[in-house]
């Protein structure tokens, strides 16, 4: 069974940093594309951020593009989101996600991931 659960989340002020950290267990971790998506209050949940198998290749969406660093470490089965110059719009939950199967490319599409965590919540105040 694949199971996702981050953690990290919490109140900061505006301009400060976080980073949310996800764990993975029940399969080969290296073998899998990774995702990061929120969701705010009394909105969709949108996409944040990938990372390829390897780590070598990621993608951002345009509202957190040099704020927000994805990153992950193959051998602790972890993936993690760094943010930076927190805004009060950065308010949301934070998802990781996994696809059930293997891509050799990159997925912003919510229907591409299978495995969803239960989420962390990132509260900034201003």
């Known amino acids: 069974q694949v199971q996702l659960v981050e953690s990290g989340g919490g109140l900061v002020q505006a301009g400060d940093s976080l980073t949310l950290s996800c764990v993975v267990s029940?399969?080969?971790?290296?073998?899998?594309?990774m995702g990061w998506f929120r969701q705010a209050p009394g909105k969709e949940r949108e996409f944040v951020a990938a990372i390829s198998r390897s780590g070598g290749i990621t993608d951002y969406s345009d509202s957190v593009k040099g704020r927000i660093t994805i990153s992950r470490d193959n051998a602790k089965n972890t993936v993690y989101l760094q943010m930076t110059s927190l805004k009060p719009e950065d308010t949301a939950n934070y998802y990781c996600?996994?696809?059930?199967?293997?891509?050799?490319?990159?997925?912003?599409?919510?229907?591409?991931?299978?495995?969803w965590g239960q989420g962390t919540q990132v509260t900034v105040s201003s």
């Open positions: 029940g399969r080969t971790f290296s073998n899998y594309l």
């Open positions: 996600a996994t696809p059930s199967t293997v891509y050799s490319g990159m997925a912003r599409r919510e229907s591409a991931y299978a495995y």
